[in-house]
């Protein structure tokens, strides 16, 4: 296998396992149990990583979403929790999801090494929401800290997506217009509107 077909077989696997905890049950319990609702608590828990930043800060790293809907989300979440503590919330939730769903994978130990040695050897250069997730501690166990490396390989992926998207003078609405056409309204947009 060239490391072309690796990208190209392990990166859809990363991108729909990475966030399989951001709205599961046990996450949305634990949302509720902070004082946020769902969304909050996914914008928060995976932006927290940035520490207490204006919602405009939260935007640049995250991507795709309308910045006025982002702000009032951002800005009203942060006045129940702290930023970095809804990170480190966020965090156990994917550890714990994966303590539920991947202690009989086989050859979870060497995914985890795997995973470890990519997030050890990937620049973090311009990868702001990467470079911050990345400084985090992780679980020790090897069931948490695999999934919690799944979410901050996709967040890798994702802060290159962005950049790549700038680069190229593609704005995020469009990009995500092209590319998931039906969740438009649930990053904030209206029909028409031009992204940021």
Same mark, same amino acid.
């Given at each position: 296998?060239?490391?072309?077909?690796?990208?190209?077989?392990?990166?859809?696997?990363?991108?729909?396992?990475?966030?399989?905890?951001?709205?599961?049950?046990?996450?949305?319990?634990?949302?509720?149990?902070?004082?946020?609702?769902?969304?909050?608590?996914?914008?928060?828990?995976?932006?927290?990583?940035?520490?207490?930043?204006?919602?405009?800060?939260?935007?640049?790293?995250?991507?795709?979403?309308?910045?006025?809907?982002?702000?009032?989300?951002?800005?009203?979440?942060?006045?129940? @929790? %702290?930023?970095?503590? &809804? *990170? $480190? +919330?966020?965090?156990?939730? #994917? /550890?714990?999801?994966?303590?539920?769903? !991947?202690?009989?994978?086989?050859? @979870? %130990?060497?995914?985890? &090494? *795997? $995973? +470890?040695?990519?997030?050890? #050897? /990937?620049?973090?250069?311009?990868?702001? !929401?990467?470079?911050?997730?990345?400084?985090?501690?992780?679980?020790?166990?090897?069931?948490?800290?695999?999934?919690?490396?799944?979410?901050?390989?996709?967040?890798?992926?994702?802060?290159?997506?962005?950049?790549?998207?700038?680069?190229?003078?593609?704005?995020?609405?469009?990009?995500?217009?092209?590319?998931?056409?039906?969740?438009?309204?649930?990053?904030?947009?209206?029909?028409?509107?031009?992204?940021?």
């Amino acid at each position: 296998m060239t490391p072309e077909e690796l990208v190209h077989d392990v990166c859809p696997r990363i991108g729909a396992l990475g966030p399989a905890y951001y709205f599961a049950p046990a996450t949305l319990e634990r949302a509720g149990e902070l004082g946020l609702d769902p969304f909050r608590f996914y914008l928060l828990g995976r932006g927290g990583v940035l520490g207490d930043v204006d919602a405009s800060v939260a935007h640049s790293a995250l991507g795709y979403f309308n910045p006025t809907m982002l702000a009032d989300l951002w800005t009203s979440a942060c006045e129940v @929790l %702290d930023p970095k503590v &809804a *990170a $480190a +919330e966020y965090l156990e939730c #994917a /550890a714990a999801h994966g303590r539920r769903h !991947l202690p009989d994978v086989d050859g @979870l %130990d060497a995914l985890c &090494a *795997a $995973a +470890e040695a990519v997030a050890a #050897a /990937a620049d973090p250069m311009a990868l702001t !929401l990467y470079a911050a997730a990345a400084t985090f501690p992780r679980a020790t166990d090897v069931p948490g800290r695999t999934m919690q490396l799944l979410s901050l390989l996709r967040e890798y992926r994702g802060s290159a997506h962005l950049l790549a998207l700038r680069a190229c003078g593609v704005d995020t609405k469009t990009a995500h217009h092209i590319r998931r056409p039906n969740d438009v309204a649930l990053f904030g947009w209206a029909p028409g509107e031009r992204g940021g």
